[in-house]
């Protein structure tokens, strides 16, 4: 059976040489006689895997020997209460950016944490369409978290915000990790649910440096506790063992494309079609985002009413392009365009959205 273009937010497409290698592996791993899920986590065998993952995610980001990679379960929802209970504390105040769903999501948590939380900006009045370009700090700002790809308004960080120094910058990246180079010093810990743009659901990637470890509230249970995971190389517990080796294996496939940069140049080239749609004169679509803040991952736009985007949705379908239903939160369309997301598809979504307007308009 053919493969659709799947443009699913996650979990998502995967590479197609990842799926390959992973199901002539499934069944007798490298002569293990046995499956990657049916290794014991303490094996020579799986600690190669995890140990190939972990040295991978360096590579890609060009981490040096004062950052860790840690492999962690629990979402990046977990992280929305992991972060705050490490660093938030009496007169240490936890600082948010909110630019739309999940970011309000961690700026909740943290305040039902108990701690002092402080909003520093929100384009939230604007239907979150933008990132904001400035923002006030609390006093003793304990850190300040960003969002740094909004899946659901589909708008992205493109710059860096400057915090001052000693002040930890801290990124959800769930959906634009991997997807292009960063300044990764500016940041002090990032986190990612693997099922966007690194693999299937089940794992949290997370990126710390290690000053950060310094800096953790003590008496934190043992699951919350960064350091206990990277003492134990991410594995105190049994870790999520065929999620983190599809990682590697995607993580082999970025590093085969030419790394971030690479991956980039294709992720514009990609969403520039879809984007130049929404430009076009025929004026039938309009896009969520403001065009300095659009996302290159998860592209949003409506139609002129509800029964046209139902239809487009269904129509898209039976030319074999699903998952493009907006979130139900926001409504309209979306369109996910993430690393795996091939050329293709792109083209092919450009082309008939061209033809629906013509259609449709
Ligand atoms: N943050 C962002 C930006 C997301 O897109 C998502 C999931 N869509 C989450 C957090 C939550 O991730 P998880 O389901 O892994 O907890």
């Not at 972060?83 to 630019?99: D, K, Q």
């Not at 206990?228 to 063992?241: F, G, K, R, W, Y």
């Not at 085969?256 to 980039?264: D, K, R």
């Not at 029964?307 to 369109?335: P, Q, S, T, Y």
Request: net charge neutral; hydrophobic share 40%.
């Amino acid at each position: 059976m053919e493969r659709v273009h799947n443009f699913n937010a996650g979990p998502a497409v995967l590479p197609e040489a990842v799926l390959l290698e992973a199901q002539q592996d499934l069944f007798n791993y490298k002569g293990q006689g046995m499956s990657v899920m049916e290794m014991s986590h303490r094996s020579k065998e799986y600690e190669a895997i995890i140990f190939d993952a972990h040295d991978r995610a360096k590579r890609i980001y060009g981490l040096g020997d004062d950052w860790e990679v840690l492999f962690l379960q629990g979402g990046a929802t977990m992280q929305f209460y992991m972060v705050p209970m490490a660093y938030a504390a009496e007169g240490r105040i936890a600082n948010f950016i909110n630019t739309g769903v999940w970011a309000t999501k961690a700026y909740k948590e943290a305040r039902k944490i108990g701690k002092a939380v402080h909003l520093a900006a929100s384009s939230e009045a604007d239907k979150f369409n933008h990132i904001p370009k400035t923002f006030t700090l609390s006093e003793n700002p304990a850190y300040l978290h960003i969002t740094n790809n909004n899946t659901i308004y589909g708008t992205e960080w493109h710059f860096d915000p400057e915090v001052p120094a000693g002040v930890p910058l801290i990124a959800d990246m769930s959906s634009n990790f991997m997807s292009k180079p960063i300044d990764i010093q500016k940041y002090s810990l990032v986190y990612a649910g693997a099922q966007k743009n690194v693999g299937p659901a089940g794992c949290t990637v997370v990126l710390i440096r290690k000053d950060m470890l310094d800096k953790m509230n003590p008496g934190l249970p043992t699951m919350l506790d960064y350091k206990i995971h990277l003492d134990n190389q991410s594995m105190h517990n049994t870790p999520p063992c065929f999620v983190i080796y599809v990682i590697g294996l995607v993580e082999k496939w970025i590093e085969n494309q030419g790394g971030l940069a690479a991956v980039y140049k294709n992720n514009i080239a990609k969403a520039k079609y879809i984007y130049d749609v929404l430009d076009c004169d025929c004026g039938f679509y309009k896009g969520h985002a403001q065009k300095d803040s659009r996302s290159l991952m998860n592209i949003t736009f409506r139609l002129p009413n509800e029964e046209l985007e139902d239809l487009f949705v269904k129509e898209a379908k039976k030319n074999g392009m699903v998952g493009l239903k907006g979130h139900r939160d926001v409504g309209g369309c979306r369109a996910s365009t993430y690393n795996a997301l091939p050329l293709k598809a792109c083209q092919d979504l450009a082309a008939f959205m061209l033809d629906f307007a013509k259609q449709h308009g």
